[in-house]
């Protein structure tokens, strides 16, 4: 809850016709870019006139990247403030109580998690809030005749090791790189996907605070190449991107909201726990919502709203899978964990809710739910299956729990990995429950 002396201090600044509020009539929003350029407004517009009844007015605030939104007029006004100006700058926002909510495209870093540990557990549910599911759309010029790149292809790329089209097939042009700015969670998702520990970015890269003017700019540069989150893809070429040797996806529906596609990335709305103003936690309720979830699918995001499609199975997708889910059709949700084989993490434990809802929305009964366990790469096939089969169990049990019985459920090993084996990352993408429901 912010102070009145330090919301004047945020106020002040943005012009002398805006109101001082108390906290139960404003809400202050910092962080993300990819959140605070449309995301953040158009939900918080949403909320405020359903709050409300009545419509929403916006102005620019006295900075780039920084907006006002209010609904009603006088002393029944409510009013928001958005600055969006990287995922960082929310963190301290939220530290030094200028801020209600931090806007995150990536999760909160140990260190930050350790700065607010006396006040708040940012990794408890009550304060870690997924959004949206969001992918990196790696862009190219419309032109350009690429269809797909590797993850290592890509470090290269942005490392200046690969400097020319020609060397993967295109045009001979030397390689122009686009990449965020070092405020944005974008960028830091980018690098801690993509360059890891092997590379570092090229000297001579053009950064960049906007999503859509890099978008912007790579599409009309054929020698360019850059990221941004999938609202911003505008006019340039987005490619299919691989792990390993698992298969090259582009980012659709299905594979950001079940986050099989190698750069998907959560968005989040960070809180002090419990310590929020009445009018902080019924905006986080209504984000949550189908009807906050429905705006951010309006808004270029993938909402986490479950939806049944049929996928596209590639050519090494064993007889026995198709076999297996031929009388079925594939949610956009799965589960995965957040400690050791079992434990669900914060986003699954929502998703348990959401799943109850879809069924129930449906007229579906859980006996209409096939759930399948995976696993990454283990010493032998047999531990792979039984960890595997637990994951599924794991979902079963909290189904249960929450009243919902769900009688099919299998493990399928280590087969049909989405990811590179091995390692932290490859355990947290491959180790999943998928969810299937019946024609």
């Known amino acids: 809850m912010l102070s009145a002396a330090r919301k004047m201090g945020a106020l002040c600044l943005l012009c002398l016709s805006w109101p001082l509020l108390a906290s139960e009539t404003h809400i202050e929003i910092h962080g993300s870019n990819t959140i605070g350029a449309d995301l953040a407004p158009a939900l918080v517009a949403g909320f405020l006139q359903k709050r409300t009844g009545q419509g929403t007015e916006r102005q620019p605030g006295a900075e780039d990247n920084v907006l006002l939104i209010q609904a009603g007029q006088d ?24 801020a209600d909510i931090w806007a995150a495209s990536r999760p909160a870093k140990p260190t930050e998690i350790d700065a607010l540990a ?14 949206a599911i969001d992918g990196l759309a790696i862009l190219i010029h419309p032109d350009n005749p690429l269809t797909s790149l590797t993850l290592d292809q890509l470090g290269q790329i942005f490392a200046g090791d690969i400097n020319n089209w020609a060397q993967l097939g295109g045009a001979d042009l030397p390689i122009q790189r686009y990449a965020r700015d070092s405020q944005s969670g974008t960028w830091d998702t980018f690098r801690n996907l993509v360059l890891g520990d ?5 000297a001579g890269t053009r950064r960049y605070e906007s999503n859509d003017q890099l978008s912007d700019d790579v599409s009309q540069n054929p020698a360019a190449i850059g990221f941004a989150g999938l609202a911003s893809i505008r006019d340039s070429k987005e490619v299919a991107v691989a792990d390993g040797d698992a298969p090259a996806l582009k980012p659709d529906r299905l594979t950001v909201a079940s986050e099989d596609y190698p750069l998907t990335r959560r968005l989040f709305l960070y809180t002090r726990e419990d310590n929020n103003s009445n009018l902080v936690n019924e905006f986080i309720a209504f984000v949550l919502s189908e009807q906050g979830q429905q705006i951010v ?8 709203t479950p939806m049944a499609m049929d996928p596209e199975f590639d050519d090494n997708t064993p007889a026995s899978f198709k076999s297996l ?6 949610l956009t949700v799965n589960f995965r964990f957040s400690e050791g084989h079992t434990r ?13 809802d879809y069924l129930e929305r449906e007229n579906r009964q859980g006996s209409d739910l096939l759930l399948i366990g995976f696993a990454d790469q283990q010493t032998s096939e047999l531990r792979a299956q039984m960890i595997s089969e637990l994951r599924a169990l794991s979902v079963v049990r909290a189904l249960r729990e929450k009243g919902t019985e769900v009688d099919a459920y299998t ?7 989405v990811g590179r084996s091995g390692g ?14 019946k024609h």
Do not use: P
């Not at 889910?325 to 594939?330: D, E, G, I, W």
């Open 75 to 98: 002393d029944n006004a409510l009013t928001a403030r958005v600055a969006a100006h990287g995922s960082s700058t929310g963190f301290h926002a939220l530290l030094d109580d200028t």
């Open 118 to 131: 006396g006040e708040a557990d940012l990794t408890a549910l009550a304060s870690e809030h997924i959004i």
């Open 344 to 356: 669900l993490d914060n986003k699954a434990q929502r998703d348990l809710t959401r799943v109850i």
């Open 325 to 330: 889910t031929q009388n079925y059709r594939r």
């Open 198 to 202: 092997r590379y570092q970015l090229a």
């Open 411 to 417: 493990g399928y090993g280590h087969f049909m990995l």
């Open 424 to 437: 932290r990352a490859g355990q947290q993408r491959n180790g999943r429950v998928e969810v299937w429901v």
């Open 297 to 304: 699918d309006d808004n270029g995001g993938i909402s986490q």
